[in-house]
């Protein structure tokens, strides 16, 4: 009788552990990086067209500060939630030849790759494309339009 009420006293006297705190997966935290890099989920996966952020001149590949800066910030945020496999497609207006958009859009590409793997990305997770003027976003015929057609894409690999 007295093991029965001890081991009843000792059940009373245990008291719930406090709830952990929910942590959020690293699925999550992936997505919610995502999303706040300006990520949109597509048909071919997590997008990024830096169309409105990341223009090129024409005739350029090259990176101003400003840009640098952009894709240094994405890639920062990337890397800290561990996506590091990433397609990256260069593209072009639709000024000039088609060869010379293809080389010219895979320059581009490989610039913001270079910029990526300068804050640690692996390049061995990185494929670039030159898309040429194979998809355009704009309209070619008005500057505008082929200012817009100037950019990088960034779409999020998971395999």
Known sequence: MLAVSFSMTLTACQSTPPAEPVQESLRQKQIRTLQEQ??????????????????????????????????????????????????????????????????LSEQRANAVADA?????????????????????????ATPEGRAENRRVCIIIVTD
């Open 38 to 103: 300006g990520f949109i989920q597509t048909d071919e996966g997590w997008e990024l067209s830096f169309a409105d952020k990341l223009l090129f001149d024409s005739n350029q590949y090259v990176l101003n500060d400003k840009s640098r800066a952009v894709v240094t910030k994405v890639s920062k945020a990337l890397l800290s939630v561990g996506l590091v496999k990433m397609r990256i497609e260069g593209h072009a207006d639709k000024s000039g030849r088609d060869a010379y958009n293809t080389q």
């Open 116 to 140: 990526f793997t300068q804050t640690g990305i692996p390049r061995e997770g990185l494929l670039v494309r030159g898309m040429g003027t194979q998809k355009p976003i704009a309209d070619n």
